[in-house]
């Protein structure tokens, strides 16, 4: 994603956390604004991901680069958990089950590619493509499954 892209991609996660935040404490909806909270860290580290450039392979490292890679890492985690979280908030309710598997199968992918990265294998020397798959289920997941958390969040209170 580009700059202005990852802006966007913050924007929507904090509007999905606003939502999420604003929940009366009604029926056990803390794990929501747990939720919300960890969205919130996503959101920002959007934001940083967009303002720190990495890194030109082969040079030394800067400031920027190093805020960069820890915002990819930081992002990585709390999305994922996030993801974790709402699919076993999701899954119970028949109305949004489906919408739970795909925060599951997101988290999955995650995983897979972490641990494709982290071992050192083939698929390291594709890096820009494995950051491009899970860019393309993070934003679907904004798409299809942050709206339906929000109408999760509205029909529980």
């Known amino acids: 994603l580009e700059k ?10 904090f509007f999905i956390a606003a939502n999420l935040l604003n929940t009366k404490n ?20 959007f934001l940083l991901l967009g303002i720190f450039n990495t890194n030109v ?17 930081a992002v990585s985690v709390v999305f994922y958990l996030s993801c974790l979280m709402t699919m ?6 028949r ?3 489906y919408f739970g598997l795909y925060s599951g199968l997101t988290f999955l992918l ?5 641990i494709f990265i982290v071992s050192g294998h083939v698929l390291k020397n594709y890096i820009g493509l ?8 993070n934003l679907l997941w ?16």
């Open 4 to 13: 202005l892209g990852m802006e966007m991609v913050a924007v929507s996660f």
């Open 57 to 73: 392979i082969g040079t030394l490292a800067s400031f920027h680069g190093l805020v960069h890679h820890f915002s990819v890492i």
């Open 95 to 97: 109305d949004f089950r």
């Open 110 to 114: 995650g995983l897979i590619v972490l």
């Open 142 to 157: 904004i798409v299809l499954v942050g709206p339906q958390l929000i109408k999760l969040t509205n029909s529980l209170e």
């Open 26 to 45: 009604k029926e056990g909806l803390n794990r929501l604004r747990f939720i919300g909270a960890l969205q919130v860290i996503v959101a920002i580290g």
């Open 130 to 137: 494995e950051e491009r798959a899970i860019a393309g289920f």
């Open 88 to 93: 076993s908030l999701m899954v119970m309710r």
